[in-house]
């Protein structure tokens, strides 16, 4: 049998798994450049050919960058930003998703059909009435600069509908029969049921916050609200090119969504397969 | 707790679910909703719980008006085709979630919860996921679910459909004894006529939104109020001829004259439906009723299932085992007192 198993192994088999190893290879090798990257000295990375493997493991690069720009600060106010993100868009989105999917109201259709219509607008259009919101709601230059413009989500709305509307009516009814209010039955039928894709949307919802970029630069500028990319870019511009620092700095940035990827590997990737989300 | 429902009607659209349905449900019965797929039986159903409005008419719990309380305050057990039962709870959380909502104390919801999971049987799985158990398992929570809080009225929407013959019967026997040791007053929908005439105080039959008949199942099955609940009853369904009265007999079309004492009183002329069901026709050697010619027989056992020509027309009768009838062979049927009607045949109102 175990013969058997091994002569089954097809060239089309062969061929796929070194298709994907090369692709892994091409993902992967930037991650790698970067860290190796950190560990360099300012001459070694700039040797031609490359230095795959660096000489020393020591952390001087990561130590010179920490003391060149505050990137604990900017740590702590992408943390912040994130979270508040992340909160106020899954709560708006639970309870868009559920009127959208079980209440009746007039022109819910409609509605519906028109935040669809305003996802297909890219967001660098709508950067300027943003920008106008922020400054005249007074908050430019502070933290909730980058929390108020994305406290709602149709997209993440559409997807949570999808769920919600796959969750049987008869339940809805039951929970009615049982005294259930829609608040209630909202809460505790629907969204822990809903655990599995909720799940999927605050993990997309996290990583797309603490990578974004462009928001940050545009709608704040003092340093000490300055988020990790948009810090690690004022880091370049501020302080000359030292590819060995920039790149410890950039090491240090992504490891917490690695830690967040690995633990939740599993969870992102059904969610992706399963509602053929973008990430 | 006596529930009246007084010239109920709902509309959806342009199609009218059930009309001017009105009824009287004695307090502590166990009633079927009875009659064909679409004929505003679970409607109705969903109309008595509150999960749909009534477009006119009155529902009275006892002597409360409560056509216009929402679901949550009507104080109704509902069980669903398919359970509904909550996924992500345990059997003990599902069981509790009504009295959660009612504020009860844990101590005493979960007594409540464990007498009620004794009730139905399912007092070793409280700690199960739905997805863990069987159809019938499903059904008996929910039915523990529906009873916890102490409703009123207890409604079962198609209750059994989901369910393997077997166990089909053992729940419906299970049904009839939880409601008789709980007195609750229950209503049931089912399109089953045997599951109906076998549990039930009293079955309402419905056709197109219409009650046809409510009485007790002997009676229905006896005394037809109409053609159409003389053909929904009864198995094999009961035979239909038709004819025109004539000379105090009926003249089956293409087919002999049908003797009978009590077709004298009809009209001559008149246009009837002559429905006999199979077991109230017997093979007599004097003269019967009427002659027939045998086509063909299905030994089963006790005795034999016959189609018989009365002219065109065929009938299924019952004939003994011990008779040798061969195809072709001519039978003098005599028609018993019980299972013979005689019905309108335009209007199928019953003239006899």
Known sequence: MQTKHKVNISISTIVIYVLLSLGALVMVFPFYWMITGAFKTAVQIQMFPPLWIPTSFALDNFQTALSMAPFATYFMNSVIAMIGCVSCCSFTTILGAFAFSRLDFPGKNIVFGLLLGLMMVPFEMIVITNYRTIIDLGVYNTIFALIVPFTSSIFYMYILKGFFDSVPTSLYYAAKIDGCSDWKYLWKVMVPLAKPSLVTIILLNAIATWNSFLWPMLAVSDPSVRTLPFGLYAFVSEGGAHTELMMAASTMIVVPMIILFMFARKQIVNGVARGGLKG | ?352
């Not at chain 2, 009218?16 to 039986?41: M, N, Q, R, W, Y």
């Not at chain 2, 079309?253 to 077709?263: A, I, K, S």
């Open chain 2, 1 to 352: 707790m006596k529930i009246t429902l007084s010239h109920i009607t709902k509309q959806f659209a342009q199609t009218t679910a059930v009309s001017d349905f009105t009824a009287e449900i004695e307090s502590g019965h166990l009633i079927a909703l009875l009659g064909p797929s679409g004929c505003g039986k679970s409607t109705m159903l969903n109309m008595i719980s509150g999960i749909l409005p009534v477009t006119s008419g009155q529902i009275l719990f006892d002597d409360n008006d409560v056509t216009d309380l929402s679901a949550n305050r009507r104080g109704v057990g509902l069980v669903f085709q398919n359970y509904a039962l909550y996924p992500h709870m345990t059997v003990m959380q599902n069981i509790c979630f009504p009295l959660e909502l009612q504020k009860v104390a844990k101590a005493e919801r979960m007594e409540r919860a464990m007498a009620m999971a004794k009730l139905v049987h399912v007092e070793e799985l409280i700690d199960r996921k739905p997805s863990q158990l069987s159809g019938g398992q499903q059904q008996r929570v929910a039915i523990a679910r529906a009873l916890v809080k102490n409703p009123n009225v207890l409604l079962l929407d198609e209750p059994l459909s989901n369910l393997d013959a077997r166990l089909r019967i053992e729940m419906r026997e299970e049904i009839r004894r939880i409601q008789q040791e709980t007195k609750i007053t229950t209503i049931f929908v089912t399109h089953d006529q045997e599951e109906a005439m076998s549990i039930s105080d009293k079955i309402v039959l419905m056709k197109l939104g219409v009650l046809q008949q409510m009485d007790v199942p002997q009676n229905l099955y006896d005394s037809p109020a109409n053609c159409f609940v003389a053909d929904f009853l009864g198995n094999p369904p009961i035979n239909k001829t038709t004819g025109v009265v004539k000379d105090g007999g009926i003249q089956l079309d293409n087919g002999p004259l049908v003797h009978d004492d009590r077709f004298t009183n009809l009209k001559d002329g008149q246009r009837v439906t002559l429905s006999i069901r199979a077991e109230a026709a017997t093979v007599t050697n004097e003269n019967g009723n009427v002659d027939c010619v045998v086509d063909t027989t299905y030994i089963m056992g006790k005795e034999s299932l016959a189609y018989v020509k009365l002219g065109d027309q065929r009938i299924r009768i019952y004939i003994p085992a011990d008779h040798e009838f061969g195809e072709g062979s001519t039978l003098h049927l005599k028609l018993g007192k019980r299972g013979v009607f005689v019905f309108d045949e335009t209007s199928g109102d019953r003239l006899i």
